[in-house]
């Protein structure tokens, strides 16, 4: 069955950077969008970025725009999430997810992680 | 820019009541909204794609309708499991948004 795992998370300064990774199984990987997704605490979801299985296409909230890049490594099975400039409001639970994609549009998330938890503080 | 306003932001019924969530887009979406649930400490999961679509496993109960600017979603009869979160999301070329989130407890 399909299975998510996301690591790196932890403590970080303001200012600072942190790479999160994603480990796949159960599934193609290399066929799948996948995407990043955040939940600050005792908040709702956040949509964070979204990458191609194959044609290396990415696609990035505002809020992180130029600040994070997704990436992924098919032979491993493995998404990843550079995060750098962190701030506070980075603050929250990165969740990876398989993406459902229509005409090359991320339409919805099938399968998720159970997450990692990235605090940003001083 | 997207902008999704889901209401209640909190809920509280009984078992076997019958519960509805409303979710409103700032345009038109046709049908591309769903809806996912989220129990305490854990991923959400997908439950109705595509406006009124069942996903695959999800019990009959819960059901999707709506299309353009406003959506609902309806538990039939309400079961102590889910007891959640819910939330709707839409997207479009380029952006995916989700409502606030309606906190539903018994």
């Known amino acids: 069955q399909v299975q998510l795992v996301e690591s790196g998370g932890g403590l970080v300064k303001p200012g600072g950077s942190l790479r999160l990774s994603c480990a796949a199984s159960g599934f193609n990987f290399n066929y799948y969008f996948m995407s990043w997704l955040r939940q600050a605490p005792g908040k709702g979801l956040e949509w964070v970025s979204s990458m191609s299985g194959t044609t290396s296409y990415t696609n990035y909230a505002d809020s992180v725009k130029g600040r994070f890049t997704i990436s992924r490594d098919n032979a491993k099975n493995s998404l990843y999430l550079q995060m750098n400039s962190l701030r506070a409001e980075d603050t929250a639970v990165y969740y990876c997810a398989t993406a459902v994609t229509f005409g090359g549009v991320v339409v919805r998330f099938g399968h998720w992680g159970q997450g990692t938890l990235v605090t940003v503080s001083s | ?106």
């Open chain 2, 1 to 106: 820019d997207i902008q999704m306003t889901q209401s209640p932001s909190s809920l509280s019924a009984s078992v076997g009541d019958r519960v509805t969530i409303t979710c409103q887009a700032n345009h038109d979406i046709s049908n591309f909204l769903n809806w996912y649930q989220q129990k305490p400490g854990k991923a959400p999961k997908l439950l109705i794609y595509d406006a009124s679509n069942l996903e695959t496993g999800v019990p009959p109960r819960f059901s999707g309708s709506g299309s353009g600017t406003d959506f609902t979603f309806t538990i039939s009869s309400l079961q102590p499991e889910d007891i959640a979160t819910y939330y709707c999301q839409q997207y479009d070329n380029v952006r995916i948004a989700f409502g606030q989130g309606t906190r539903l407890e018994i």
